[in-house]
């Protein structure tokens, strides 16, 4: 049986803690893989959406080259790494498309940073890591 952990990675320091965790964790398994995966939502101006789907890209193409990185340092570990990048609906928090590729994947284990925020805003603005807390079907590991 294979052991799939899910790192959230945003680029935060904290996501970069989360990759290595991963790679700990994975390590207790001997068939086991990581899946790195980044969530971009398109911003710009709402009455452009091409401006919109270019700023997307252009950051999916950013977490992509990062992630690739990861992906090598990782190698020399003996563990499969996979990452993608996920483009999201403008009004869905992330940890929405991060749920929904753990339980496509069969995923064990996602682990996410959690950025602190203060709890006013955290009440506003939503948080990923409390979406995904909230909504995933398997164990979270939340890095603070």
Known sequence: MTKRILVAYDG???SREAVWEARNQACETPNREIHIVSVVKPTGPATN???SHSIGDEMAEK???EMDGLKEQLSSSD???ITEVIISDVQE?????ICKYA???AVDLIIVG???LGKVKKMLLGSVS???VQHASCPVLVMK
Do not use: C, T, W, Y
């Open 49 to 51: 959406a091409a401006v």
């Open 12 to 14: 935060s320091d904290l």
């Open 130 to 132: 409390n979406n995904v």
């Open 93 to 97: 928090n992330p940890g929405i498309s």
């Open 103 to 105: 339980e496509e994947k």
């Open 63 to 65: 977490f992509a080259g």
């Open 79 to 81: 563990v499969g790494v």
């Open 114 to 116: 959690n950025r602190g």
